[in-house]
């Protein structure tokens, strides 16, 4: 018998919300941002960098709906400003719309939702119109007086003096997109927000991993075409109540992007639910690349790998924060899959996701490797090159691993090696981010990798088609010999029985 957060007795299978307590562990908010919201469009090196800037000039996302399952979205950043079309909360201690930020750490769903939808805001052209309505109202009112006290003094021969009639002052436009804040990938996309309570005791004492299915179901009910989910385990395997649920998602179309975990956090290895097969595994680079080596994890179940470090997002309030790990990976690569199924509405979620994986920048060893997956995402390309159809989800499907694994699910067999590397990386230490320049150019590696992956692509397109079907065909078979080792993990207690969570200093809340 284990315990979960609120401390009520469970059975074995049930012991993933004790380490499932929440969020990727060691996500980390570096700090409050600068007041100036324009300061934070600056330091988003991603959206030259992996081609989003080009993307926006195809499409924005608009009418994709996509969930973000997590704390909880403050829908009153400015940032957010006709961004959320609905939400639900499954915790039963949240909003009723899935808008009142909960949990251990409430401000998560805000930052991974500006990163993924956000519109920026006008905040400073409001202020400029102000301040410069105001400024014309007091040089007015001045000399309405200064005209006013002559008429009063003139003799009576003198012409009366003019007195000046109110000017005309510019209009102030409302609250609304912009060129400050925070820009995300898919600006135009339709968020829905879905809550749940993860971390510490959930006061409604619903455990994490009962709201997680039904979370899921709900954002397909809902309309949604992608569902994010920056939350995860130390655990490879799940509860079997989830098996529906992400089958239902399956079955309806809909892409499901997860987080490969940090770690910095104590994560060696994927944990679920980007284990789960069919669901789009997102691991970290730093600013040059490069795997991160605090902020990302390894496994065979990565599909591709996106920006974790000196990223920079919203706060419940209207402020903004740096951060850091995989939690913000994961929203840059499902508002990629947003923009495709905008751009590209009849095209499935396996060709969506194939999209991405196909033209994702080759990194590190040749081929699809357990840091990478099949390389870093590149927006532009994903929408816009000529990948061939694909026929099946490269990250395999969820049914047929539930007909081939569930047959015997009653049955206690020894739980074998984990389906996930759990080698030693061999990557060197990466010191903790320095804080981002607030300049108004991105890094100068960004660009030149941007340009070169494009210029590899089309090599690749044009002369190895073969090749490249011929690696697809041989990591399918690894995969699927790989992922069938899952079938028998027993749900087990965290090692050191700890929730994992994101770690934030109190004093930078």
Do not use: C
């Amino acid at each position: 018998m284990g315990h979960l957060t609120t401390g009520k007795p469970v059975a074995a299978r049930t012991l993933l919300a004790a380490v499932l307590a929440a969020l990727l562990a060691g996500a980390t908010v570096l700090g409050a941002a600068p007041a100036h919201a324009d300061d934070i469009r600056s330091s988003e090196y991603w959206l030259a960098a992996q081609g989003i800037t080009e993307a926006h000039k195809v499409t924005k996302g608009k009418g994709v709906k996509v969930a973000i399952i997590d704390t909880g979205i403050d829908t009153s950043h400015p940032d957010l400003k006709g961004a959320i079309a609905g939400g639900a909360d499954m915790s039963g201690s949240g909003g009723p719309k899935g808008d009142r930020p909960i949990g251990v750490m409430s401000e998560h769903g805000t930052l991974v939702a500006t990163l993924l939808g956000g519109r920026g805001n006008n905040k400073q052209e409001i202020e400029r119109i102000k301040s410069e309505n105001e400024r014309l109202k007091a040089a007015w009112e001045r000399a309405k007086k200064n005209a006013e006290e002559k008429n009063e003094d003139k003799a009576d021969d003198e012409e009366p003096v003019e007195v000046p009639e109110e000017p005309e002052y510019e209009k102030v436009p409302p609250l609304r997109a912009g060129n400050d804040g925070v820009l995300g990938v898919a600006p135009e996309a339709d968020l829905l927000s879905v809550s749940l309570w993860m971390g510490g005791e959930n006061p409604s004492g619903i455990p994490v991993e009962e709201q997680i299915p039904k979370a899921v179901r709900w954002a397909v009910d809902s309309g949604a075409k992608v569902i994010n989910m920056s939350l995860g385990s130390t655990s490879p395997a799940w509860p079997e109540s989830w098996d529906d649920a992400f089958k239902y998602a399956e079955d309806k179309d809909v892409v499901i992007v997860a987080a490969a975990g940090n770690r910095s956090g104590g994560m060696s290895q994927v944990g679920a639910p980007a284990t789960i097969p069919g669901v789009l595994t997102v691991a970290g680079v730093d600013e040059s690349g490069k795997a991160s080596k605090d902020s990302s994890t390894e496994g065979i179940s990565i599909g591709v790998a996106a920006p974790a470090e000196q990223l920079v997002g919203g706060l419940p309030g209207g402020g903004y924060a740096r951060w850091s790990g995989t939690s913000g990976a994961a929203p840059l690569v499902a508002g990629v899959a947003a923009l495709i199924r905008a751009e590209h509405p009849e095209m499935k979620a396996p060709q969506v996701i194939n999209r991405i994986l196909q033209t994702a920048k080759d990194t590190g060893a040749a081929g699809v490797d357990n840091l990478y997956g099949y390389g870093i995402i590149d927006a532009h390309a994903a929408l816009t090159a000529n990948v061939p159809v694909a026929e099946t989800n490269p990250m395999n499907t969820i049914t047929e691993w539930i007909r081939i694994h569930r047959r015997n699910s009653d049955e206690k067999t020894e739980a074998p090696d984990p389906g996930v590397s759990m080698e030693k990386s061999t990557l060197d230490p990466v010191a903790a981010p320095e804080p981002i320049l607030l300049d108004d150019s991105a890094p100068a590696l960004q660009p030149v990798i941007v340009l070169g992956g494009g210029i590899l692509l089309v090599l690749v397109l044009l002369g190895g088609g073969a090749q490249v079907g011929i690696r697809a065909r041989r990591q399918k078979k690894i995969r699927e010999a790989e992922l069938a080792a899952l079938s028998k993990l027993q749900v087990g207690k965290s090692g050191d029985g700890r929730d994992l969570f994101d770690e934030i200093p109190e004093d930078d809340k």
